[in-house]
């Protein structure tokens, strides 16, 4: 059974950063595509960045461009998603999501696993 769990969610300022981390048990880590969502109170779900499995390609919806990078330790079975400059409308729950063959993308739909979410409060 793959799981995957998030932490690293939090309150923080506006301006600020926070990491968050997804640790992935029970499946090849190495081998999965990973995607980080979001999801805003009264909101669908959406794409926020997603890395291939060896880490050498990523990909940002345009909105956090500059301000959020995705990275992985595959030694670790951790995808990590540092958060900076940090603003209210990044205020949501975040998901970690995988998916098998080393598949990425920007639809739920392109992931097999997901995690249970962590929350982020981005407070003006």
């Known amino acids: 059974q793959v799981q995957l769990v998030e932490s690293g969610g939090g309150l923080v300022q506006a301006g600020g950063s926070l990491r968050l981390s997804c640790a992935v048990s029970?499946?090849?880590?190495?081998?999965?595509?990973m995607g980080w969502f979001s999801q805003a109170p009264g909101k669908e779900r959406e794409f926020v960045g997603a890395i291939s499995r060896s880490g050498a390609f990523t990909d940002y919806v345009d909105h956090v461009k500059g301000r959020f990078t995705v990275s992985r330790d595959n030694a670790k079975n951790t995808v990590y998603l540092q958060m900076n400059s940090l603003k209210p409308e990044d205020t949501a729950v975040y998901y970690c999501?995988?998916?098998?063959?080393?598949?990425?993308?920007?639809?739920?739909?392109?992931?097999?696993?997901w995690g249970q979410g962590t929350l982020v409060t981005v407070s003006s």
């Open positions: 029970g499946g090849a880590f190495s081998t999965y595509g």
């Open positions: 999501a995988g998916a098998r063959f080393g598949r990425t993308g920007s639809r739920s739909d392109d992931y097999d696993y």
